[in-house]
C-alpha cells in the first residue's frame, strides 16, 4: 500500500477491484444471479462505486433500504434494476415509480400505495416480501392469500408486475434457517395457485448464500460478503476467498516521548509503564472508531501492530509505540486486508463488542474515500 499523500491526515481507501472480484467469486460459487447490496452508502464503501463495482463483477441488480436511496444510484446513472424495501409510512411512490425504481412490498396498504404509483403505460414494478420468521417486516402469513389475490388483480388490469417475491433469514441456527426456507417455498406455492410470476424468488443474503445452498432460489442478496466481509464469526475472509476491500488509514500526526508514570487521554486509562513513545493517530468516534474499542482493537504502523492507548477521543487517540521508530507522517493502518498485512476489521469489532458490519458501516463522513483497484 502506498504511502499517504502529503497533507492527507485520514483516509478509506476502497478497493472496487476487490468489490468486483468478490461479486464474480460469490457468483461462481452460489451459481446465482446477485442482487448487490448497497444500502447505507454501500456499507460505508460508497454506494454509487460499490454499485458500479458490482456490477463489473457480474451483479444484475441492486438492493438497498429505502427509495431515497435508490433515487440516488438512478441520478448517478445506474440503470440496473434497483429494488427498495422500507418505506415510511404512508409513503407516496410516485417519484420511485416514475424512476422505475422496484419497490419490496410488506402490506396490503404498500400494494396500494404502489398501484397508484402506476402509470397508463407503466404497472409499478414489486417485489412482495413476505415474513417468513424473522419477526420484521413481510406480509403476514395469514394476509398472504389475500395481499397475493389482489396484486394478481392489479397485474391483470396493469396497475403492477409482480417481478419478485422474497424474504429474509435470521441466521439463527440452520434448524432455523431451514424452517423458515420452509415457509417460504410454502409462499410460493400459494402465489402460483393465485397467478402470480415472479421473475426472480430470493431468500438468502450472504449468510445463507454461502452456508445454505438450498436457499439460494438461484438469486441471492450479497451485501457483507461482496465487501470482502466474512457473515460467519467463525470464518475468516480469507477462509472464504474474499478480500476486504475497505483499508481505514491514517497519518501520525504527533510523537511524544514521555518518562514512566504518564497518563494518557482522558480518565488516563493507561499510564506508562517505563519511558516510551506515544504517537497520536487522527481518527476518532467522530470516524467511527468505537469509544468502546478504548484500550483495544488495533494499529499497524512500521510494521509493527499496537492497541489503542487509552480512551478514545472523539477525533484522535494515542497509540504506545514503546521504542518502535515512529515519526510524524507514518501510516496506521487501522484495518484492512489480512493477507496483506492489516489488522482486520473484526479485531476492532470484538474489541467493541460489536460485528464487522457496524465497523465498515459507521465510517464517519470526516474520512474522504479514495478509490484504488489491485
Ligand atoms: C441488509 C440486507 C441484506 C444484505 O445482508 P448481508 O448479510 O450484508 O449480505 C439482504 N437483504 C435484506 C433484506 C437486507 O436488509
Redesign the pocket.
Given at each position: 500500500m502506498s504511502a499517504l499523500a502529503a497533507g492527507v491526515m485520514r483516509e478509506a481507501l476502497i478497493d472496487v477491484g476487490a468489490i468486483a472480484a468478490n461479486v464474480r467469486h460469490l457468483r461462481r460459487l452460489t451459481e446465482s444471479e446477485a442482487?448487490a447490496?448497497v444500502?447505507?452508502d454501500g456499507?460505508g464503501h460508497g454506494a454509487v462505486r460499490s454499485a458500479r463495482a458490482a456490477l463489473a463483477g457480474g451483479a444484475s441488480r441492486i438492493?438497498v433500504?429505502d427509495v431515497a436511496e435508490a433515487l440516488a444510484l438512478r441520478r448517478a446513472g445506474i440503470e440496473a434494476p434497483l429494488l427498495a424495501?422500507?418505506h415510511a409510512p404512508g409513503a407516496v411512490f410516485d417519484e420511485a415509480a416514475a424512476a422505475g425504481i422496484e419497490l419490496?412490498i410488506s402490506s396490503f396498504d404498500q400494494l396500494m400505495a404502489a398501484a397508484a404509483a402506476s402509470a397508463a403505460d407503466r404497472p409499478t414494478r414489486l417485489h412482495l416480501?413476505v415474513e417468513t420468521g424473522l419477526g420484521r417486516n413481510g406480509i403476514a402469513p395469514h394476509e398472504q392469500s389475500v395481499v397475493f389475490a389482489e396484486a394478481a388483480r392489479l397485474e391483470r388490469i396493469g396497475k403492477v408486475r409482480v417481478a419478485g417475491i422474497?424474504?429474509?433469514l435470521s441466521?439463527t441456527s440452520e434448524a432455523d434457517d431451514r424452517a423458515a426456507l420452509r415457509r417460504f417455498e410454502e409462499t410460493l406455492g400459494v402465489a402460483g395457485a393465485l397467478g402470480l410470476t415472479p421473475e426472480v424468488r430470493?431468500l438468502?443474503?450472504?449468510?445463507a448464500?454461502i452456508a445454505l445452498p438450498e436457499s439460494r432460489f438461484g438469486c441471492v442478496?450479497?451485501?457483507?460478503?461482496?465487501?470482502g466481509l466474512s457473515?460467519f464469526e467463525e470464518r475468516t475472509s480469507a477462509e472464504l476467498g474474499l478480500q476486504p476491500a475497505m483499508t481505514l488509514r491514517a497519518a501520525v500526526a504527533a510523537v511524544r516521548r514521555v518518562p514512566a508514570g504518564q497518563g494518557v487521554s482522558y480518565g488516563y486509562l493507561h499510564r506508562t509503564e517505563a519511558e516510551t513513545t506515544l504517537a497520536l493517530v487522527p481518527l476518532g468516534y467522530a470516524d467511527g472508531v468505537p469509544r468502546a474499542a478504548s484500550g483495544g482493537g488495533a494499529v499497524r504502523i512500521g510494521g509493527r501492530v499496537f492497541p489503542v492507548a487509552g480512551r478514545v477521543a472523539m477525533d484522535q487517540f494515542v497509540v504506545d509505540v514503546g521504542d518502535h521508530p515512529v515519526s510524524v507522517g507514518d501510516e496506521a493502518v487501522l484495518f484492512g486486508d489480512p493477507t496483506l498485512g492489516a489488522p482486520a476489521v473484526e479485531t476492532w469489532a470484538d474489541s467493541a463488542a460489536t460485528i464487522n458490519?457496524e465497523i465498515v458501516t459507521r465510517i464517519g463522513p470526516r474520512v474522504p474515500r479514495r478509490e484504488v483497484a489491485r
Open positions: 442482487i447490496v444500502k447505507a456499507y438492493g433500504a424495501w422500507l419490496g416480501k422474497f424474504s429474509h441466521n430470493h438468502a443474503a450472504s449468510h448464500a442478496r450479497l451485501g457483507i460478503a461482496m465487501y457473515p458490519y
